[in-house]
């Protein structure tokens, strides 16, 4: 399959894309540099940043609405970024169709979440730091999905990767707090490091990291070569995207403020393994196993998360597990390729949309019952916050998919999409999908259930939980709308949109079973999970954990995962490092100074020699004589002949 | 008469004066055993003059014989300090300088 793609130039308004990324850095420069001068307002240059950015976005994707649909891309080249030998990289920016849906969304969730932080992070003495380094993931994540090569990828990428650490152990004075954030940042290395080289391979054999140049030669390479950089760019997707099998960093990423949760952990930097894959869908639909691959990955992944977030009890890391389990769907969708491209798309918006909703909501929990965040001391709480508990239900209905909030559109199709492959493979696929949404409705239900209705299990210390100030329920209010409403409206609308980036949708193939049946199971499978949940949790739970099962408690220690890698890779890392210390000191240093030990040691032997009576100096010098005037005879009289 | 007797009286008064300083402690002792040393190698040269029949050993005696002078002279000078500051004459008392 010959497939050429080239972008146009950036016009108009468009040649402005720079200012995207350019405004956020810029504030998060001023707040950086300037200090605890700028503490009275930092906060609202920060909102302000990332507000005008989405307004100007917001104009340059109705222009580029406007354009044709074979030309509706703005490619703009700012300067040379690498000039190498025969490596050359522009600093390039790219705004097409995919890009501008993720500007839209980081941007749009962004200053709804920057606007909640200004009062989550009121008594945080930190809140102008905090609001640099929002704004600095906001320019780095822009940088992402607006390079218009794999290098400005990266360059992104390694910037969110920074920003999320920063942000993560933003409390860096709690333990906890400080190793998730290095536990992230290492995690996420082990995927970059399959990035890079997935980069490195890409010029090896085609020279360029051009993205159109990329997607139009790939078809060139043969299949092995591209079923490997497929695997390393998936790897790392996998490692930004917390899928299996470097899915550990993200649930306890939840370390961080609550608002860095909902933006970077929810909503958009996880999401950017699902960019990746999107955007190099000419490198995977090339090959058919690497499909497979990701579509396995995902599948496992769906399942894994919804298991381990049934079992968990903290509420952040009950929708942190949850985001891995739908970005599980999200990769399923592109690795399926052909038109499932478009619904990972509009799962991963509509998940933005809600995940950020939920997310923010629990932060308004927190904010109301003293940073409490076990769902098992909440409950009851619908009388005292109104606004946060029905937007919390949009959002817990719009994520297991009750029609006709956006859920439904966008993880239905997903779910019909994977019984369409071909022959046993549908049914596996299928069926995961289909487990995962009734789990889905299971875990999100005994969330909401336990959180807001059923008795009051409060620590003693909370008389009257408060509703959260406007500045945080505005912001909550408006994500609800977006759950409600954005699927239905992205459903149909998006896939024409992005028809330029992923080629036109080929014939459906029919799925294993009946369209409506799917659809209707679906439904069915999600009420009998809700339905479960709602039964079990309607009466609260007890206020511990009780002992359980084999399979609650393994889901309690997310599946022996983190077991898992401390066993295999953590210790035998510190073993190793102990045995080369073992080794440098013993060895390297022992047969150094060993050597100094035996030079110094023989030589004061030696010292003895010298024992400064005169008459042992005459008796060796005699004998010295004696010998040579020997050896002079033996010589001369031919002995030795 | 065979010139090897002179050359046997020679090695003999080499031995006795190299086993005198060998084995004796007092310093004068000592400088005496290396005059006879020396003197011992005079009459070698003297006698290897003879034998070959040219004058180069006698004229290289004259020389040891200055060189002997010069030594005492100075061997003395050492041994009169050093025994003024111990009270002693004895080479093992003088072993400062060792290890």
């Given at each position: ?140 994540m822009l940088l992402l999905v607006l390079g ?393 739970t007890a206020e511990e954990p009780e002992p ?94 | ?99």
């Amino acid at each position: 399959m010959e497939q050429t793609v080239e972008y146009a130039h950036a016009t108009g308004l468009l040649s402005g894309i720079w200012l995207l990324v350019a405004i956020p850095l810029a504030s998060a420069a001023v707040l950086l540099l300037l200090g605890r001068k700028a503490d009275k307002w930092g906060h609202w240059l920060g909102v302000l940043a990332v507000a005008s950015t989405f307004v100007l976005g917001l104009l340059m994707f109705f222009q580029l609405g406007g354009l044709d649909a074979e030309r509706r891309s703005a490619e703009q080249s700012l300067w040379d970024f690498i000039a190498v030998g025969g490596l050359h990289v522009d600093f390039g920016l790219l705004f097409d169709p995919l890009s501008g849906v993720f500007v839209l969304l980081i941007t749009g969730v962004g200053s709804l979440i920057h606007l909640y932080a200004v009062d989550y992070m009121e008594h945080d003495e930190g809140r102008r730091k905090f609001f640099a380094y929002f704004n600095l993931f906001v320019a780095a994540m822009l940088l992402l999905v607006l390079g218009n090569n794999y290098v400005m990828l990266y360059f992104g990428w390694e910037g969110v990767g920074l920003a999320s650490y920063l942000l993560i152990s933003f409390w860096y004075t709690r333990p906890s707090a400080a190793t998730a954030g290095k536990k992230a940042f290492l995690m996420n290395r082990v995927g970059d490091a399959g990035l890079a080289i997935g980069i490195f391979l890409m010029f090896a054999t085609l020279g360029t990291t051009q993205y159109d140049e990329v997607f139009t030669g790939v078809s060139a390479l043969s299949g092995g070569t591209v079923l490997v950089m497929g695997i390393l760019l998936l790897l790392g997707a996998a490692g930004k995207s917390g899928q299996f099998p470097l899915q550990a960093w993200l649930p306890d990423a939840m370390e961080g403020p609550t608002p860095v949760s909902a933006l970077i952990h929810a909503a958009t930097m996880v999401t950017a393994g699902v960019y990746l894959i999107a955007r190099s869908n000419a490198i995977f639909t090339a090959n058919h196993t690497l499909q497979t691959v990701v579509v396995s990955v995902g599948a496992l992944t769906l399942l894994l998360g919804c298991v381990i977030g049934a079992a968990k009890d903290d509420i952040k890391r009950v929708l942190a597990w949850s985001t891995v389990s739908q970005i599980g769907y999200m990769f399923l969708g592109v690795g399926l390729g052909g038109g499932a491209y478009a619904l990972a798309i509009i799962h991963l918006l509509a998940h933005g949309f809600f995940k950020a909703n939920m997310f923010l909501g629990a932060g308004s929990v927190m904010h109301g019952m003293h940073d409490q965040v076990d769902i098992r001391r909440f409950g009851g709480l619908s009388k005292y916050m109104k606004w946060t508990w029905l937007t919390f239900m949009m959002g817990w209905l719009a994520i297991i998919g009750i029609p006709p909030l956006s859920g439904f559109f966008s993880k239905e199709p997903i779910i019909v999409a994977a019984f369409e492959r071909e022959g046993w493979t549908a049914w596996l696929y299928g069926s995961a999908a289909l487990l995962g949404a009734g789990l889905t409705a299971f875990y999100m239900t005994r969330l909401f259930v336990l959180t807001f209705h059923g008795p009051k299990r409060w620590t003693e210390d909370i008389h009257e939980p408060h509703e959260s100030p406007y500045i945080m329920t505005v912001p909550l209010m408006l994500l609800a709308v977006g759950s409600i409403g954005a699927g239905f409206l992205m459903s149909t609308s998006v896939p024409d949109w992005l028809e330029p980036v992923f080629g036109q949708e080929q014939a459906e193939a029919e799925p294993v079973l009946a369209h409506w049946l799917l659809t209707t199971l679906s439904i069915l499978v999600t009420l009998l999970g809700a339905g479960l949940a709602w039964a079990l949790f309607r009466n609260g739970t007890a206020e511990e954990p009780e002992p359980a099962g084999v399979l609650v408690t393994a889901a309690r220690r997310n599946l022996y995962t983190d077991a898992f890698n401390e066993a295999v890779f953590e210790r035998p890392g510190i073993y190793l490092t102990r045995a080369l210390v073992f080794l440098d000191n013993k060895g390297i240093d022992g047969a150094v100074n060993g050597l100094a030990a035996a030079v110094g040691g023989s030589s004061g032997r030696l010292r003895r020699l010298q024992t400064g009576f005169v008459r042992s100096y005459a008796l060796s010098m005699l004998t010295g004589v004696v010998l040579v005037v020997g050896a002079f005879l033996a010589i001369q009289l031919g002995w030795l002949a | 008469m065979t010139p090897d007797y002179y050359l046997v009286l020679a090695a003999i008064l080499f031995t006795i004066g190299a086993a005198g300083v060998l084995v004796r402690r007092n310093a004068i002792v000592l400088f005496m055993c290396i005059e006879l040393m020396l003197n011992a190698a005079n009459l070698a040269l003297v006698t290897f003059s003879r034998i070959n029949g040219t004058l180069d050993g006698q004229i290289i005696s004259f020389f040891v014989m200055v060189v002997a002078a010069a030594e005492v002279v100075i061997g003395l000078a050492i041994i009169m300090s050093i025994f003024r500051t111990r009270r002693s004459a004895s080479v093992d008392d003088a072993n400062l300088l060792k290890y």
